[in-house]
């Protein structure tokens, strides 16, 4: 008895549309995945956060420990000193976690710098941190600053004195002369917890500079 040639026999261009087109979907899935909950890569932008990281320079975003507390129902709390990529909602709807705003800096990178509750002043240069294990104050900037050429500059611009709202961080670029660094100090405000993207966890580009952070 002859035996039919199957679909994949008769239609071999199809059968080739057909595996070409799951293997797409099955890519732009894994990519999906892969931005929305693992990693993500962001280019520097600016000098804001020198001498760590310099305009140009590509790093690579931890998105696990903001999904895993995601899924769990609370906010991501990073580390203070951790430099942190987050969402910019713009200095008059930074509160809206809803969605994002059409902002020209949709994500922005710094430094966790105080949390909520915590008082944060900046006077004669100097970024001070004042909290109940911490009275009399301390300078976040002494456990970050590796060398003089990495971690925040020695100059913090400014005078303020502030409180952080809950659910909120101040943040900080490490290059904090003058109007060098658009953060906490200087019209950004707090950055609420819900926008965080992640913490950054390695430099990759250039190839000659790769770190950890």
Same mark, same amino acid.
């Not at 995945?33 to 520097?44: A, D, G, H, Q, T």
């Not at 895993?68 to 809206?96: D, K």
């Not at 190839?207 to 950890?212: E, V």
């Given at each position: 008895?002859?035996?039919?040639?199957?679909? #994949?026999?008769?239609?071999?261009?199809?059968?080739?549309?057909?595996?070409?087109?799951?293997?797409?979907?099955?890519?732009?899935?894994?990519?999906?995945?892969?931005?929305?909950?693992?990693?993500?890569?962001? &280019?520097?932008?600016?000098? &804001?956060?020198? *001498?760590?990281?310099?305009?140009?320079?590509?790093?690579?975003? $931890?998105?696990?420990?903001? &999904?895993?507390?995601?899924? #769990?129902?609370?906010?991501?709390?990073?580390?203070?000193?951790?430099?942190?990529?987050?969402? $910019?909602?713009?200095?008059?709807?930074?509160?809206?976690?809803?969605?994002?705003?059409?902002?020209?800096?949709?994500?922005?990178?710094?430094?966790?710098? #105080?949390?909520?509750?915590?008082?944060?002043?900046?006077? *004669?240069?100097?970024?001070?941190?004042?909290?109940?294990?911490?009275?009399?104050?301390?300078?976040?900037?002494?456990? =970050? +600053?590796?060398?003089?050429?990495?971690?925040?500059?020695?100059?913090?611009?400014? *005078?303020? %004195?502030?409180?952080?709202?809950?659910?909120?961080?101040?943040?900080?670029?490490? %290059?904090?002369?003058?109007?060098?660094?658009?953060? &906490?100090? $200087?019209?950004?405000? =707090?950055?609420?917890?819900?926008?965080?993207?992640?913490? #950054?966890?390695? +430099?990759?580009?250039?190839?000659?500079?790769?770190?950890?952070?």
């Amino acid at each position: 008895m002859e035996q039919k040639p199957s679909f #994949a026999q008769k239609y071999p261009a199809l059968k080739d549309i057909i595996n070409f087109l799951i293997f797409a979907g099955a890519v732009a899935l894994g990519t999906f995945v892969l931005n929305s909950f693992i990693f993500r890569s962001y &280019s520097v932008v600016g000098g &804001s956060m020198e *001498n760590t990281l310099k305009s140009g320079d590509r790093v690579i975003v $931890n998105r696990v420990p903001v &999904s895993l507390a995601h899924f #769990a129902e609370h906010e991501y709390i990073p580390e203070r000193g951790q430099v942190i990529v987050f969402a $910019n909602g713009g200095n008059t709807s930074l509160t809206n976690c809803d969605a994002l705003t059409d902002v020209k800096d949709q994500y922005i990178i710094k430094r966790v710098i #105080a949390f909520p509750g915590e008082r944060v002043t900046v006077d *004669n240069g100097v970024l001070t941190v004042y909290n109940d294990e911490n009275p009399d104050g301390f300078h976040p900037d002494d456990s =970050t +600053r590796k060398s003089d050429t990495d971690g925040p500059k020695a100059e913090t611009s400014g *005078n303020i %004195n502030i409180i952080v709202p809950e659910g909120e961080l101040f943040v900080s670029g490490d %290059n904090r002369e003058g109007s060098n660094s658009y953060d &906490s100090r $200087n019209g950004l405000g =707090t950055v609420p917890f819900c926008r965080i993207i992640g913490p #950054a966890v390695m +430099r990759i580009f250039p190839f000659t500079g790769l770190r950890f952070f």
